[in-house]
């Protein structure tokens, strides 16, 4: 079975629009409806109807679903597997979020290349969202990320916690910050509530982002207040460009670890969480 056609399915029973498919993989509407064509040709079964409301799956299509994920996931690792043999034993591509790779990258890929050195490594820094996605489809074979979608086929651990500092290049209390000039931190859905409820008359700011790195640059270039990591802050400080404001609350950012439900307990996936746990230990 040609994984073309399991990945236009997986697609159109996202879109339910033969024309946002064909978009969305750079193909023609007429090679999406062969492809489809093509599998339902296979099942002897319809997966898909047609009609003016748009489309819509049969019931062998949901039931067929499933299984595309998995055989969709199991492509993707063979795959990896072939092409990065080479003189290692195995290879793992590995996702975390922005913030964590600022933080802990260097640490974490030289304590993994210790533990597994027969292990060859590609890591990439994202959002969570898209390595849920990633993790869903097979293209990642561990995340660590803030936010869990608790997909079917995933399995999540809450390993850590990262915690933001609310500091400011003039004021000293919350009372002294200036709305005009705060940068909002939205680092997560679960961050921006504990914001919301810790600081209400902060949070319809004129400047926004979800990345640490980008709110440092905007602080140092702009002034004014925002949350940082806490290692942020200090540097900051240390550096005589922003201080603490004394009286907000700090704000803790749970950290979960994100793995396939058949790899969960696999060695070394549990030595590639267990150094980033022990990286985030207080």
């Given at each position: 079975m040609q994984i073309d056609l399991i990945e236009t399915f997986l697609d159109l029973m996202e879109t339910r629009s033969f024309n946002r498919t064909a978009e969305r993989l750079n193909i023609t509407q007429s090679t999406v409806s062969h492809r489809v064509k093509a599998l339902e040709a296979q099942f002897n079964r319809k997966l898909f109807t047609r009609n003016k409301g748009g489309t819509a799956p049969t019931a062998s299509g949901l039931r067929f679903l499933d299984h595309a994920k998995a055989l969709q996931h199991q492509w993707h690792e063979a795959t990896r597997a072939v092409e990065n043999a080479g003189?290692?034993?195995?290879?793992?591509?590995?996702?975390?979020?922005?913030?964590?790779?600022?933080?802990?990258?260097?640490?974490?890929?030289?304590?993994?290349?210790?533990?597994?050195?027969?292990?060859?490594?590609?890591?990439?820094?994202?959002?969570?969202?898209?390595?849920?996605?990633?993790?869903?489809?097979?293209?990642?074979?561990?995340?660590?990320?803030?936010?869990?979608?608790?997909?079917?086929?995933?399995?999540?651990?809450?390993?850590?916690?990262?915690?933001?500092?609310?500091?400011?290049?003039?004021?000293?209390?919350?009372?002294?910050?200036?709305?005009?000039?705060?940068?909002?931190?939205?680092?997560?859905?679960?961050?921006?509530?504990?914001?919301?409820?810790?600081?209400?008359?902060?949070?319809?700011?004129?400047?926004?982002?979800?990345?640490?790195?980008?709110?440092?640059?905007?602080?140092?270039?702009?002034?004014?207040?925002?949350?940082?990591?806490?290692?942020?802050?200090?540097?900051?400080?240390?550096?005589?460009?922003?201080?603490?404001?004394?009286?907000?609350?700090p704000i803790a950012q749970a950290v979960y670890a994100a793995t396939s439900i058949r790899t969960r307990h696999a060695h070394q996936h549990r030595r590639i969480i267990g150094v980033m746990q022990e990286l985030l230990a207080p």
């Open positions: 003189a290692y034993e195995r290879s793992m591509r590995l996702g975390i979020q922005h913030d964590l790779a600022e933080a802990f990258a260097g640490r974490w890929l030289s304590a993994i290349r210790t533990d597994l050195p027969a292990t060859s490594i590609y890591m990439e820094a994202d959002y969570s969202s898209q390595m849920n996605r990633d993790l869903a489809a097979g293209d990642l074979d561990l995340a660590i990320l803030y936010t869990p979608h608790y997909l079917p086929d995933l399995h999540y651990e809450r390993i850590g916690e990262l915690t933001y500092t609310l500091v400011s290049t003039s004021a000293r209390t919350v009372a002294e910050i200036r709305p005009e000039t705060y940068i909002q931190a939205v680092y997560s859905p679960a961050f921006d509530r504990a914001h919301r409820l810790a600081l209400p008359q902060l949070s319809a700011a004129p400047l926004a982002s979800g990345q640490n790195i980008a709110i440092t640059g905007l602080l140092k270039t702009l002034g004014g207040a925002a949350y940082v990591t806490s290692q942020t802050a200090l540097r900051l400080a240390e550096e005589g460009l922003a201080v603490p404001v004394t009286d907000a609350p």
